[in-house]
């Protein structure tokens, strides 16, 4: 069957697709945009979520013909121009990101979660992230994040300069008095090929 | 170097871009798929790919008879079949493969392929697997590896005694990125792979064996890895679509899904451990004794390391002049069994650390006391003989995570928040039936490759001036599985060659080994190679720099780009390096290790400890057997934080993996059948399960090793765990000799 729809704001479309075939399997190996995940294909993860009409939805989870004529917006599509969004940027900077596979996921989920309630309380923070699982960070630094993508949206600064708001993080040198706070300036990054 | 610089493939991550394994994707691709056994435990009578092979759309059906090297291969002992040959062992066993236009068109294959088994009865249990009559799984037995250590006194007398049985489920690594890989046939005949790994070298090494290929025709590099965790150690699609590629003259990519995931690698080893401990009134520990048993499932993967350390470790990091530990790995026809971050630390550790707690209640002292009693320290002897060579804070570790400040308690009046406690927002209880506890643990693990093997990293580093501007460019094949070591290692470079500008070079076979990204050993062992190569460099570029110069200048060093003379700059890097290019590869090796004795386990095993200390509270729903983890405090000491951001990530991710192990995540098993392969019934943390964190990371410098540094990854997984079910005990007053801790061992019911 052939699919029309909208990604990130272009009209698409994919021939000889399989009845079967979820709307995260046409984005990925049909229409180039991988970068929403397959990680568990089942809905229970979170790394494949994408905008579906504006609402949040498990790309796994929608079968390709629902996404016929319908508004799909993925993590590619939330960086328009290559001018990261506020989430974005703080999940590099908490160091939120790790392997990085669940990030697509948990990006457009916060993007989501700032976009609806602009002062997430640490509870409702969880609660909007309930769904997407990520194995690496022990999730401390994607709350960092989300807090700093918040405070940044609703004009209210962010992080102190030393790149962290958590106080209960502390690098103690023996051999040197005092105590210094975990996360220091960013250095320079570097190309990375 | 000490600065958390940001990651170099971190704007990638973010906005989509960074290509995964499963993200690979060429013009005329095909698609690989594997039809595993459904049983433990069988004969294969035959196979019949015919009606499989028929299908439209199908390029190649492929048994173990079209494996043209050797049919089996192994980390550390050949006997694993690249596709079953008579016999499967495990279920999920890999018996053949399809290559098709579309995956489901192979999996519609895959299940048209007819195979006949004759159904054995399968052993899963280990220890009857060791020691009573029944199937031998390999020709040498059921015995994969016993660690015997014996130290001191055999026949000490305490005043205190106290024992345990304790019980570890079997633990996934569950990294999201499933396994997965793209397969291209050469004109040579060879075939390059792009593959998600932890050791491209070993991986290469087994493909070659299997292959029949040279490593000049089997060049592998590394795509982009979504977590690894351990169970990226063994192969696990690399030679299923190597073989599709060649046989068909195409590209072939192969992607597991999550339910062939839990079949598609090894797993963390199940344990029961018995433990005495011994000690004077005083609270001083006399002996240890300790039987351990390690189901390693079907095949060996790296089981004998594992029984290694958990023999070796297996008692804590207390000082104890009599010991007598024997660690058991056996085989079995469950899933096979292999690396998991803690690698045998993490299991003996719910035992030693119940058994201290245990002790110092029958002693009327307080746990944390206990430990501080025993605990090891610099220049202590470690149970193979071993003296601990460097800084081994283990008591101010502890101190300091008791000293840190508690939680509130919760409010007896007033409604509460039911996102705080046990069973959330399902509204189980509003505080009735919940009773909060507190407890300790400590870790020590390993770092690096242990018991003589030769470990080391190869690093390639290359000073030269591009578009005007002085760089460097560093190549390892070292695995970035997301720890932050491409950021490791361009802080390295930037700091030794004072240049900003750093390239990282793709990761492959082109470079030397780079040894495994496991042990906690690369920041050690590949940052050891980054920073020699770049001294290497270093000396020559100062010296074709003297040379332009005109003179000898003994104290010139290379600072933000520029050539520095004591206060004096005497000019840009670039400018002085002019069209020469340095380019050098140091292949580094930490200080030896040794096997230890076979009789006694003594000996120098071990290059480095890490050491780790964490406390738990938790609230108990004692009705239904939930549990709250409210707070879980660690101390770690790292020797030197190289990028401190990175080093917190490791023990926050750390130590929620030891979370669910103790809560939450088990494969069950059944009749050696896999009863939860997916994320819907195995449970692993979310972020509602994680508490914050107070973390405390204390620099004290190892003198062997690079920058003074101490591997990171591991020890947050070891003490978080046994911590948190400490809690559950304090709570409760119950025993819970068994992890994960389910609801009804709470409940009773």
């Known amino acids: ?193 | 170097m000490g600065s958390s610089a940001g990651r170099p493939d971190g704007t990638p991550k973010v906005t989509g871009e960074f290509v995964y394994s499963s993200d690979l994707w060429l013009d005329g691709m095909i698609w690989g798929v594997t039809l595993r056994s459904p049983h433990p435990y069988a004969r294969i009578r035959s196979i019949d790919p015919g009606e499989a092979l028929a299908m439209p759309g199908v390029w190649a059906v492929l048994t173990q008879e079209d494996v043209p090297g050797d049919k089996v291969y192994g980390l550390e002992i050949s006997d694993q079949p690249v596709l079953a040959v008579d016999v499967v062992r495990y279920q999920g066993e890999p018996v053949a493969l399809v290559a098709a236009d579309h995956p489901e068109i192979a999996r519609q294959a895959a299940k048209r392929i007819r195979v006949d088994y004759e159904v054995y009865q399968p052993v899963t249990d280990a220890r009857e697997a060791l020691f009573e009559e029944g199937a031998k799984l390999h020709p040498q037995g059921n015995l994969v590896r016993h660690l015997k250590l014996r130290k001191g006194d055999p026949e000490p007398v305490a005043d205190v005694v106290v024992t345990g049985e304790y019980q570890v489920g079997m633990q996934d690594q569950a990294f999201l990125g499933p396994e997965s890989g793209l397969a291209v046939p050469s004109e040579d005949g060879g075939v390059e792979l792009y593959v998600a790994t932890q050791w491209l070298h070993v991986d290469q090494r087994q493909i070659c064996s299997a292959l029949g290929l040279p490593p000049d025709m089997v060049r592998l590099t590394l795509a982009g890895v979504g977590g690894a965790f351990g169970g990226r150690e063994d192969l696990s699609m690399h030679v299923h679509a190597c073989l599709l590629a060649l046989r068909t003259g195409k590209p072939v990519k192969m992607v597991y899904n999550r339910e062939e995931s839990f079949f598609g690698h090894v797993h963390r080893h199940p344990a029961l451990m018995r433990f005495e401990h011994g000690a004077n009134r005083d609270g001083r520990l006399v002996y240890v004794k300790a039987q351990i048993y390690l189901d390693g499932g079907a095949y060996a993967s790296s089981t004998p390391a594992v029984v290694g350390n958990a023999g070796t470790m297996g008692i804590g990091p207390y000082v104890v002049p009599n010991v007598q530990v024997d660690a058991y790995g056996a085989y079995t026809n469950n899933p096979p069994c292999g690396a998991m971050r803690g690698f045998g630390s993490v299991q003996a550790a719910f035992a030693h650390e119940a058994q201290m707690d245990k002790l110092a209640s029958a002693l009327g002292l307080d746990p944390v006391e206990l430990r501080c009693r025993n605990a090891m320290t610099q220049g202590a002897e470690a149970p193979t003989g071993q003296v601990i060579d460097s800084p081994a804070p283990v008591e101010e570790l502890l101190r300091r995570v008791q000293a840190m400040p508690l939680p509130p308690p919760r409010s007896p009046d007033g409604e509460p928040d039911l996102r705080d406690l046990p069973g959330g927002v399902a509204n189980t209880t509003h505080g009735e039936g919940v009773v909060r506890g507190v407890g300790y643990a400590v870790a020590y693990k390993n770092v690096g490759f242990s018991e003589g093997f030769d470990d080391y990293s190869t690093a390639r580093v290359r000073l030269e001036v591009l578009s005007g501007q002085a760089t460097a460019t560093v190549h390892t094949a070292s695995a970035e599985v997301g720890q932050g070591l491409v950021t490791v290692e361009q802080q390295i470079v930037r700091t030794e060659l004072g240049v900003d500008q750093v390239i990282s070079a793709p990761k492959d076979t082109q470079v030397g080994s780079g040894g495994s990204s496991s042990a906690s050993r690369q920041t050690y062992v590949t940052g050891g190679a980054v920073k020699a190569a770049c001294e290497q460099v270093r000396e020559r570029a100062l010296a074709v720099i003297q040379r332009r110069l005109g003179c000898t200048m003994p104290d010139l060093r290379l600072e933000g780009g520029k050539v520095v003379s004591g206060e004096d700059i005497l000019g840009g890097l670039s400018d002085l390096l002019g069209d020469e290019i340095i380019d050098e590869t140091v292949e580094w090796r930490h200080r030896p290790t040794e096997a230890v004795d076979p009789e006694t386990g003594q000996g120098f095993a071990h290059v480095q400890y890490a050491f780790a200390a964490h406390r738990a509270v938790v609230d108990v729903d004692t009705e239904l057997g939930l549990v709250k983890v409210v707070a879980l405090d660690c101390v770690q000491d790292v020797g030197k934080a190289i990028n401190p951001q990175a080093v917190l990530g490791q023990i926050q991710g750390g130590s929620a993996q030891g979370l669910g192990l103790a809560v939450m995540e088990e494969i069950q098993i059944s009749g050696g059948k896999i009863r939860n392969p997916s994320f819907t019934d195995y449970l692993i943390p979310t972020i509602l399960d994680m508490p914050p964190m107070r973390i405390e990371v204390l620099e004290y410098p190892d003198p062997h090793a690079p920058y003074g540094l101490r591997g990171v990854g591991e020890p947050p997984t070891i003490s978080s765990g046994p911590a948190i079910v400490a809690a559950i005990r304090a709570a409760t007053g119950l025993a819970l000799n068994q992890v994960p801790v389910r609801p009804e061992h709470i409940t009773g019911t």
């Open chain 1, 1 to 193: 069957m052939r699919i029309t729809c909208t990604i990130n704001g272009q009209q698409q479309q994919a021939d000889d697709v399989w009845e079967g075939e979820s709307l995260l399997y046409v984005l990925r190996e049909r229409l180039g945009f991988p970068g929403s995940k397959n990680a568990c294909e089942q809905g229970e993860c979170g790394s494949c979520t994408v905008y579906l009409d504006g609402v949040l939805a498990c790309a796994c989870l929608v079968a390709a013909g629902q996404a016929q004529g319908r508004d799909v917006r993925t993590i590619e599509g939330l960086a328009p121009g290559g001018e990261l969004s506020a989430v974005q940027r703080a999940f590099l900077e908490a160091g939120a990101v790790q392997c990085g596979f669940c990030t697509p996921g948990l990006l457009v989920a916060a993007h989501d979660l700032i976009e609806r309630q602009p002062e997430p309380s640490d509870a409702e923070i969880r609660e909007a992230l309930a769904g997407n699982l990520c194995r690496c960070t022990g999730y401390e630094k994607i709350m960092e994040a989300v807090r700093l993508a918040a405070a940044r949206r609703s004009g209210a600064g962010g992080l102190p300069d030393d790149g962290t708001d958590h106080p209960h993080q502390v690098i103690t040198r023996p051999d040197h008095p005092g105590i210094q706070r975990g996360g220091q300036q960013r250095g320079p990054a570097g190309r990375h090929t």
